[in-house]
């Protein structure tokens, strides 16, 4: 018989304790960043029935990376790849009632069928952070200030650049400027959105695809390498003021700026080429890269749009928002080496040399915990050498130990394993002398 294979399903993981506690650090970041601007915490289902993503979510998500089935009543579900469809569904159930702005933040896990590659996955966790209620551009300003909020909490700040675009001003270039019809314009976006991955022999030659002239070429270079300044003298449109707007902002709250898209030093940086995979966004799109040219790929992405909670024939309700993936993150972290040393998940080892001990461990193990120090007793007897091996294995900071002589003497051997020291104290003095020796 064959034996069943150990490896998790292609593109995705296995949290063994190890990585669990990193990914729970990591979570627990996001929680504090998110929660300090007065966000509030929701979830919603894993499946959703496969029309909430057909309505908006882009052709590429729908069409190639849906997972998707039939349910035994024969409807059409899909497991869920990004959350802002269930969280505009949420909003919408409850438009009425929910107080304005709604500001929300989630960290649902994700599944969309792609190449497993660096920085992509089959299931990804997402922190997701939406803001809804109101058209003012001030949420697309708190929004990405909470973005550069949760870096600092990782102490990345200084290796990331935010770089934003408006599809206002998009859709004024390409429909206006350009000439081009709706479907010509889709296709670049697209070609535009997956340069970096497909390469220049590929973009040119679907350019030429789709039906753009070579002079039109020529005025989409121009146009990606214009500053924010130039464009508002050469094609004044709401996009462009919606962006000067949203960065004259940021810079009152003493974020570096700049109109420049060659600008490398500033925190957030206008980028024309930044226009995002997804169908809904309105207005402000953005995407936070790392500096290093080791993760290419971009960290979040997000953007405004206007017309999802209206979907659910609710009333309109605007939003702005971002997504964020634990697996660029966390190869974001271990490049720049901003993972911590790990909390060891047990304090104190009780050991258990005699079965006639039970009681007085057990004793001394309960009030360590009531004491909050993770506390570990044995399951089996086991002489003091193999004990004090057992408190090296997991990791243990002190190691409670019994000889016959000090345990008439109501007394336990106090081993410091950091510190490589140890004292005899009374069974009634072990927590106070832990204590001691944490502070
Ligand atoms: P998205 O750009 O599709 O946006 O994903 C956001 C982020 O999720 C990406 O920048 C990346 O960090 C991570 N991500 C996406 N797909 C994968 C994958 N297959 N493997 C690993 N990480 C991945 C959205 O999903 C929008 N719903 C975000 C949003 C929230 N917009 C407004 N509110």
Redesign the pocket.
């Known amino acids: 018989m064959a034996f069943l294979s150990t490896q998790p399903y292609k593109?995705t993981r296995d949290f063994y304790p190890d990585d669990h506690k990193i990914r729970s650090w990591i979570f627990s970041r996001m929680r504090d960043a998110c929660t300090s601007f007065g966000y509030q915490e929701y979830d919603g289902p894993m499946l959703e029935p496969f029309e909430l993503y057909a309505a908006k979510s882009g052709e590429e998500?729908v069409n190639q990376?849906l997972y998707w089935m039939m349910d035994r009543g024969d409807r059409k579900m899909a497991v869920r790849?990004?959350?802002?469809p269930t969280?505009a569904r949420m909003v919408a159930g409850k438009v009425n009632e929910l107080p304005k702005p709604v500001r929300w933040f989630s960290i649902p896990n994700?599944w969309?069928y792609?190449r497993p590659q660096r920085?992509?996955?089959?299931?990804?966790w997402?922190l997701?952070?939406?803001v809804l209620g109101g058209n003012s551009l001030l949420a697309d300003a708190e929004i990405l200030i909470v973005a550069l909020d949760l870096m600092k909490r990782f102490g990345g700040e200084k290796h990331v650049s935010i770089r934003v675009n408006n599809r206002r001003l998009m859709d004024e270039f390409f429909s206006k400027k350009l000439g081009l019809a709706p479907e010509t314009t889709l296709r670049v976006v697209k070609l535009i959105d997956a340069r970096a991955k497909i390469g220049e022999e590929k973009f040119t030659a679907g350019l030429a695809e789709a039906g753009v002239p070579a002079n039109v070429k020529d005025e989409l270079e121009k146009f990606f390498s214009s500053s924010l300044a130039s464009l508002g003298n050469a094609m004044p449109c709401a996009g462009v003021d919606e962006l000067t707007k949203v960065f004259g902002y940021l810079s009152e709250s003493g974020i570096r700026v700049s109109g420049n898209p060659g600008d490398t030093t500033s925190q957030v940086v206008f980028d024309p080429m930044i226009m995002?995979?997804?169908d809904y966004?309105t207005g402000t799109v953005f995407?936070?890269f790392d500096t290093s040219p080791e993760n290419r790929?971009?960290?979040?992405?997000?953007?405004r749009?206007d017309n999802l909670v209206g979907l659910f024939g609710k009333d309109k309700l605007s939003?702005?928002?971002?997504?964020?993936?634990?697996?660029?993150?966390r190869d974001f972290l271990d490049t720049h080496g901003l993972l911590p040393k790990m909390e060891s998940s047990v304090d104190v080892f009780v050991s258990l040399p005699k079965e006639e001990y039970r009681g007085k461990a057990e004793w001394i193990a309960g009030a360590l915990r009531s004491a909050n120090f993770k506390t570990v007793t044995p399951l089996e007897v086991n002489g003091f050498g193999v004990q004090l091996k057992q408190a090296v294995k997991h990791a243990a900071r002190f190691a409670v130990l019994f000889g016959d002589t000090e345990f008439l003497e109501g007394k336990v051997v106090l081993k410091d394993l950091d510190q490589n020291s140890q004292e005899v104290v009374t069974f009634n003095d072990v927590v106070a002398a832990v204590a001691k020796a944490c502070r």
């Not at 920085?119 to 990804?124: A, D, K, M, S």
Request: charged share 25%; proline share 2%; hydrophobic share 35%.
């Open positions: 593109g998500i990376q790849p990004e959350m802002t969280m994700l969309r792609e920085g992509r996955l089959r299931e990804h997402q997701n952070v939406d995002r995979g997804l966004y995407e936070m790929r971009a960290m979040f992405g997000g953007g749009y939003g702005v928002g971002f997504g964020m993936g634990d697996v660029t993150l």
